[in-house]
């Protein structure tokens, strides 16, 4: 008997193996059809998917045998994986000085007949082998030895989709963690900011009150731009802790609305915009959400709707209907419009596409950002339809 020797590039074949995380995994259905398609088409009793640790071989599926691994120094499969040509057979292992007196051959399961065909990875080494075992002696034919390789190729696509896809978890799992991570720094470092920003705001006009009349026109106009740059940047703090508590919102728990109320609330919190019509149009009398999601999308998309409205008279409607599965919202404006080159950049955080609003103020494009984190968290779809001239309407679903 002559055993297997380990692979040219031993050390990374069995890194290359490893990082596919499918040693000691479960049965799995994918790879059970693919030895039982392979038996059939070669006719033999036993089919394999061996993947060749560093001291034995490992069945992932073992058709027709009820070994999970054998060592691997007197496998076949070792031997295959060292083998230059895409398919190592053994018609007659009884009659091969390798193998005639095999363990694996002169006691269970006998095997006479083998046929494998190494599971190549794309970095061109071998993890193992996709083989047929019989216990009579046996010669494949042509179309059998082509099936047997596009069946190999195909075991490797299987493992290829497994790795691409826990690659994929595991990116998915970092990136969130590094968002939630993002998140609370920027909820903690607006917090710090905000208690020096009132102090330096306060100070500000405390200085303009007191020494305003005997400040020249300069300096009083430095005064403004120093208060109006605060200002900005509280709003700027204001927004980023209102986008990093988008998650928050989440938590808290859904109540009866009344359209009625909902209508109130929204007139109180907009009633010093004296050129304002607002109006509700619903068949609902009432609904069943998170009312502060609900507030938080719809309070920044009405206020979108005033800032950016540029009509002597503001006209806002808001809609919501709904059916067994969702709730439909709208909020429509009779503002300039959007371009249509604009109308995705306005969902991305800190895209502004607008230079300043009717006040004259410029914005920091957070609003809409928040507004499409909380629908997506809740499972609905945000779109908006807009012509230039006319006006817009975002179209926003929250589940029920």
């Not at 082509?146 to 799992?173: F, I």
């Not at 500000?204 to 009150?209: C, R, Y």
């Not at 020494?211 to 020249?216: A, F, N, Q």
């Not at 009509?311 to 709208?330: A, P, R, V």
């Amino acid at each position: 008997m002559i055993l297997a020797q380990p692979h040219e590039k031993e050390q990374e074949r069995l890194k290359e193996l490893e990082s596919f995380s499918i040693l000691r995994t479960i049965p799995e259905l994918d790879y059970d059809d693919l030895t039982a398609i392979a038996a059939q088409i070669c006719d033999t009793p036993i089919s394999l998917v061996s993947l060749l640790e560093a001291d034995c071989q490992w069945f992932k599926s073992h058709h027709g045998l009820d070994l999970q691994e054998t060592p691997r120094n007197i496998s076949f499969c070792g031997h295959a994986i060292n083998q230059p040509s895409d398919i190592f057979i053994v018609e007659d292992a009884t009659k091969d000085e390798r193998f005639f007196d095999n363990p694996l051959v002169t006691g269970p399961p006998y095997i006479q007949f083998y046929a494998g065909v190494s599971l190549m990875s794309d970095n061109g080494l071998p993890l193992g082998t996709l083989c047929v075992v019989g216990n009579e002696p046996k010669t494949l034919t042509n179309k059998q030895i082509q099936s047997l390789k596009a069946l190999s190729r195909q075991t490797m696509n299987v493992l290829n989709l497994r790795k691409s896809k826990l690659e994929l978890e595991k990116a998915l799992k970092e990136l969130l963690a590094k968002n939630q991570e993002l998140d609370r720094f920027a909820s903690i470092a607006a917090h710090d900011i905000k208690s020096p920003l009132a102090g330096i705001q306060g100070m500000i006009m405390l200085f303009t009150e007191q020494y305003r009349s005997v400040l020249d026109e300069h300096a009083n106009e430095m005064l403004s731009l120093i208060q109006n740059s605060s200002e900005q940047l509280q709003s700027l703090i204001e927004g980023i802790l209102m986008y990093s508590k988008g998650d928050n919102i989440l938590q808290d728990e859904k109540s009866t609305i009344k359209i009625s109320e909902l209508e109130k609330d929204m007139l109180e919190l907009f009633s010093s915009e004296t050129k304002l019509n607002f109006t509700v149009n619903s068949q609902l009398e009432e609904i069943t959400t998170n009312p502060v999601a609900l507030k938080q999308v719809l309070l920044n998309l009405i206020a979108n709707g005033i800032k950016y409205n540029d009509k002597d008279h503001i006209n806002i409607e808001l809609g919501i209907s709904g059916d067994t599965k969702n709730y439909y919202f709208y909020v429509s404006d009779n503002g300039p419009g959007i371009p249509q080159e604009n109308r995705e950049k306005i969902f991305r955080i800190f895209e502004v596409t607008t230079q300043t609003d009717r006040y004259g103020e410029t914005g920091h494009g957070i609003g809409l950002a928040t507004v499409k984190k909380i629908v997506d968290k809740f499972g609905g779809d945000l779109t908006v339809d807009s012509e230039l001239g006319q006006g817009s309407k975002f179209c926003f679903t929250f589940k029920k």
